[in-house]
């Protein structure tokens, strides 16, 4: 019986070791679960803000801006919008045609556009209430059209006594005509019309007229157009006329839009983008060079 007892005793001790054994925790490796691991939800970036600008422009620049038949647009400035977008990826740009050049400034005085653009010179009045790019994408001076022949006109000072047909009123007008009160021995014959540029160049190759005094690019297109082979000197003092330089326009308090507008337009000059982007548009390589 004492017998029976002790092995009933040592079976039921080895029955509690058991026991006492499944009930421990499981012992763990310094190895991470790779299940856990991979239900761990990734951790997201931060959206980048993305800055909505809207860009006005008139529509009826020729080879800078325009509408098409089917209300899309295009134009040299058209193009370098669209590579500014695609390169800037923090800015995403609205087109908006103004239909006016006159709408431009309006607009950014209301907010309605953040950035204009139409070939705009630099003017004090303008500097005074809006911000200006500091890079220029467009430049168009001021220059002599005569006849491919000529080689008795190699400046304005051999225009005098010289027949020159020009537009009633227009900077080139005023001029030279401030040109003839420095000059009252022997001015330039000056004679008015008020028809396009074009069509005064086309008074030229006539041969009625001896030269006449346009901005590059107009004498560009003319020559895509119309065939027009005109040779153009260089005015030292084009400046005179109008400032050749078209830059884009901001509302004050945009500097940091602006910088990143000329920093991009600087990469697109030195790369060779704006010049090929400029000669879809015109004959000739219009994009002022770099410092």
Known sequence: MKKFLAILLSVL??????????????????????????????????????????????????????VNNDGTYSGYEIDIVRELDNRLEDVEFELYCAGEFSALTPGLDSGKFQMVGSNITWKQERADNYLYSTVSYFTSPYVIGVLPEENDIQSIDDLQGRTVLTITGTATALFLEQYNEQHPDNPIILSYADMSSMDIMAQVISGRYD??????????????????????IEIPNADEIQLPDGYFLFAKGSEELQQKIDNCLIEMRDDGTLTELCLRYFSMDLVPKGE
Do not use: Q, W
């Not at 009930?23 to 991979?38: K, R």
């Not at 590059?216 to 065939?227: N, P």
């Open 13 to 66: 001790m080895a029955m509690a070791v058991m026991t006492a054994c499944a009930s421990e925790p499981t012992a763990t490796t310094d190895t991470p679960s790779t299940d856990a691991a991979a239900t761990e939800a990734p951790v997201e970036e931060p959206a980048e803000e993305v800055t909505h600008v809207v860009y006005g422009f008139p529509g009826t620049a020729a080879r800078l801006n325009y």
């Open 211 to 232: 030269a006449c005094i346009h901005n590059k690019s107009d004498f560009a297109i003319a020559e895509e157009e119309r065939g027009y082979n005109l040779k153009m």
